[in-house]
């Protein structure tokens, strides 16, 4: 800082990227009598063209043709920075206006009559990303890099242009610069994971707060770490994990997760175990490892002859092997065991294409003469998918109801039927339904959605906000599935406030 001779200014130095970050001169006057408060209140640009202008122009200091002359390059600058104010205010409010060809024309103007305005280089390389002008835009997000490195917002524009322009290595450094600069960014974050180089994960699948950030490339080791620090673990600890992985397509974790429950179930075969040595086939398989998961599945039926999903599985790896023949026997062998398995009845009926309706129809006197025979829920739930495919809704409707009446208890069943009740707006036949059930909080979160949907559509936003804050308070359940029920009660507010509620 210096005081300009016989005034009563005082010359504040900035540092050269912190000028050339904010549009400023190097030097600002500031009046003695406004220093004490400038630490606290900041420096408005307006303010401090206001000085400028008037320490130019009518201070003795500024008047000096020696000084003028000895401080030249500061005296341009401070002229500069007064002119281009009222091109300021024009692009900021062309910017409200989203009027971008106002914006970059006028911020052009500012670029050459202050070149060190790198500020104005900034929001005209913003101006020309936002309107698809990204050569320009990462010319100069380059040529001020070296002002603005370090910044994390600034490595994200730079960022993004770069992904836009499908340069994805670099725009994965801008987003790695940018947690540089700032560990906890979200953009950065997000933007990583949508490039596959960060994985999201919920340590504990219901709260919220065990959300972490992984590199992709380690999400396997550093679970199997976390979990080895688990004190006696449960087989419904791996049961919960494999649920949650299957569903991120996971299937690594899923193997490790499924083969640690099996250990932990040690060869006796219960429904808990079941759920996780199908799991390990069906991971094997998506993964391609179909040597395995053969082997795993020939395994599993030995131990477990009358388990349907043991026969459906080994079906599926067969037929993934080209073994169409030895596929079809072990779904026959499903079928014996459970006529009303479900994936059994797919595989056994259903065309390799689902959306293929000649052939859905094709097959469906014989799906239709099995279902009659076997008065299987499932063959009959089956059915009533086929129905829906070639849009014989009312007896698909018939359908769900007499699979519901047959086995009440099954919470995946009647979601599926009241379902297809909301698609055609049969919004009372949920209503009447679900009050036959009693405590709603004790059925399956997708019911509990249905009602949630089918009060909404018939205008009862009151009722249906309820539901949803239930669902959201539920900490039993999957913590996306509580944000999806807040987002959804919080959507209703408006609808309630228009309709007079509070």
């Known amino acids: 800082m210096s005081k300009g001779d016989g005034d009563e200014w005082l010359l504040i130095n900035f540092d050269d990227l912190v000028a050339k970050r904010q549009g400023l001169p190097p030097q600002i006057p500031v009046p003695k009598d406004k220093f004490e408060g400038l630490a606290e209140k900041g420096l408005p640009a307006k303010?401090?063209?206001?000085?400028?202008?008037?320490?130019?122009?009518?201070s003795e200091v500024g008047k000096n043709a020696q000084w003028r002359k000895k401080n030249r390059e500061i005296v341009v600058a401070m002229e500069a920075f007064c002119d281009t104010g009222p091109l300021w205010d024009k692009a900021q409010k062309a910017f409200a206006e989203n009027n971008y060809e106002v914006a970059i024309s006028t911020l052009k103007r500012i670029t050459v009559q202050y070149e060190a305005d790198h500020s104005a280089k900034l929001n005209l390389a913003s101006a020309y990303a936002n309107t698809g002008q990204f050569e320009p835009a990462l010319k100069l997000f380059k040529a001020i890099y070296p002002t603005y490195k370090g910044d994390a917002e600034f490595h994200i524009a730079v960022g993004h242009v770069h992904l836009k322009m499908q340069n994805k290595d670099a725009a994965t450094d801008e987003f790695v610069n940018a947690l540089e600069a700032k560990p906890d960014h979200q953009g950065a974050l997000d933007s990583l994971t949508q490039l596959g180089v960060l994985c999201k994960i919920y340590e504990n699948p219901k709260d919220a707060a065990s959300l972490i950030y992984v590199r992709a490339d380690s999400v396997e080791p550093y679970l199997m770490g976390e979990w080895d620090k688990v004190e006696a673990p449960t087989v419904a600890f791996y049961l919960e994990q494999i649920a949650y992985h299957e569903r991120e397509r996971r299937y690594g974790v899923v193997i490790e997760a499924a083969s640690r429950a099996i250990k932990l179930a040690g060869g006796e075969i219960t429904q808990e175990s079941e759920r996780a040595e199908l799991a390990k086939i069906n991971a094997l398989r998506s993964l391609e490892r179909l040597d395995e998961a053969l082997a795993a599945a020939q395994s599993y039926v030995e131990r477990a002859p009358k388990s349907a999903g043991a026969?459906?599985?080994?079906?599926?790896?067969?037929?993934?092997?080209?073994?169409?023949?030895?596929?079809?026997?072990?779904?026959?062998?499903?079928?014996?065991?459970?006529?009303?398995?479900?994936?059994?009845?797919?595989?056994?009926?259903?065309?390799?294409?689902?959306?293929?309706?000649?052939?859905?129809?094709?097959?469906?006197p014989e799906l239709e003469k099995f279902a009659s025979e076997t008065d299987a829920p499932g063959a009959w739930r089956t059915l009533a998918r086929a129905y829906l495919a070639v849009n014989r809704v009312d007896e698909a409707l018939d359908l769900f109801k007499k699979c519901v009446d047959l086995r009440p208890a099954d919470?995946?069943?009647?979601?599926?039927?009241?379902?297809?009740?909301?698609?055609?707006?049969?919004?009372?036949?949920?209503?009447?339904?679900?009050?036959?059930?009693?405590?709603?909080?004790?059925?399956?979160?997708?019911?509990?959605?249905?009602?949630?949907?089918?009060?909404?559509?018939?205008?009862?936003?009151?009722?249906?906000r309820a539901c949803y804050s239930a669902i959201n308070f539920d900490d039993s359940l999957h913590v996306d599935i509580r944000r999806r029920a807040k987002r959804a009660a919080n959507g209703l507010d408006e609808k309630i406030r228009e309709a007079g509620g509070t």
């Open 411 to 464: 919470d995946d069943l009647r979601s599926e039927w009241w379902s297809e009740l909301a698609k055609q707006q049969r919004y009372t036949d949920i209503i009447k339904d679900s009050e036959t059930l009693g405590d709603m909080k004790a059925r399956d979160w997708r019911l509990r959605w249905n009602e949630a949907e089918a009060y909404s559509g018939l205008g009862k936003q009151m009722e249906a």
């Open 47 to 58: 303010e401090a063209r206001k000085w400028c202008s008037d320490f130019l122009n009518n």
């Open 311 to 364: 026969h459906v599985e080994l079906a599926r790896t067969l037929g993934q092997k080209g073994d169409t023949d030895a596929a079809n026997a072990e779904v026959a062998k499903a079928l014996e065991i459970d006529p009303g398995d479900l994936a059994a009845l797919m595989l056994k009926f259903w065309p390799e294409d689902p959306n293929d309706i000649k052939k859905i129809g094709d097959m469906m």
